[in-house]
């Protein structure tokens, strides 16, 4: 039985009623890690795990939600004034429901149940994923079509405001535009962006180090307050900038006396990475797949020492890919503090890789670790009643 078989069949002996169900994937970030909030460029791909919505609608006004993963039942009325976080799994799908609500969306009541296979706090986006699944079901099922940006917009909304953490839109929006088999390139300023295809003998290899990360509570906003404080003070000598992204590093150079030191190495971080994602970008256009893992390489000693967002167990997980056979780039991918490395492998080497990497890995720190070959995958969608029926 597939996951949206027996998530419909969960559905309905807890709801009493035939679903619809939506999933939309988790991702991985080839390159371009925070520079998404500072107006820069990014190069995720979606994957093959998802957050499944099986959604109907109600009579009443309430949202009714449940959890595969979690106990209890949350039960929301959308019609009342005063919703609060309650600072827990719900806060995702509830803010966003609120965000939809407050563009005017006359959203009726609906019960949900979730379900995810992407794993919590692995750095693999499964907080955007449940808020995209649940944006696309809830407009969706109240009848309207809503363009994908907007709804990734909403989606990053939902959780500055509603959960606290101040991401980016990365994450959203390649849950939202992932393309089987390609890489997107964005432009976080003008949300302009690109597919890049990754050659069909290379793999996605993820290494979860099973060190969990939290953004909300994190080191995250705090870096997201460092760069702001960057740009401030560099505007007093360049008026007119917005962000770090209208920042070469050549001024970056001249008015670094302007900056303390922490605020001097993470802005380096950030105009640099932008710079590398857009080298990257070239690289995988002329095919050259050797140069792309150089850039992902550097990404990650920039992340480790000028933005200080990796950890050791990331640290070793990535030495330890740089010694196989047949890898290209290795880096931490996501937020950071925990979580999961990307690496680009030569798909004949993909399953030796796996192995050597986690038995060295556990090794060195005693975790054993989760790793998963992957290949990118389509965005977030319907799932065709044929495909309940299978
Ligand atoms: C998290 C955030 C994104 C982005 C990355 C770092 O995944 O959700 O918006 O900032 O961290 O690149």
Redesign the pocket.
Known sequence: MNESTSIAERFRSKFGANPRVYRAPGRV?LI??????NEGF?MPAAIGMYCWVAISPREDRKLVLRSDEFSGTVDVDLGSAEIRPRRMWSDYPVGVALQLKQMGLPLPGANILIHGDIPMGA?L?S??AVEVATALALAEESGHTWDRVQLARLC?KA?NEFVG?R?????QFISLHGRKNHALLLDCRSLHFEFAAIPENVRLVVCNTMEKHE?ASSG?NQRRAECEEAVRRLAQAMPGIHSLRDVTLEQLERHRGTLSEITYKRALHVVTENARVLEAAEALRSGDIARFGKRMGESHCSLRDLYEVSCAELDVMVELAGKQEGVYGARMT???FGGSTINLVEARFAEAFAERVARGYEKETGIAPKIQICTPAGGATLVEPSDLQE
Request: charge should be negative.
């Open positions: 970030n371009g890690e925070h520079t998404d909030y990014v750095g986006s907080s955007a990053q959780e953490a991401v980016g839109i990365m994450d953004l995250y996501g937020g950071g």
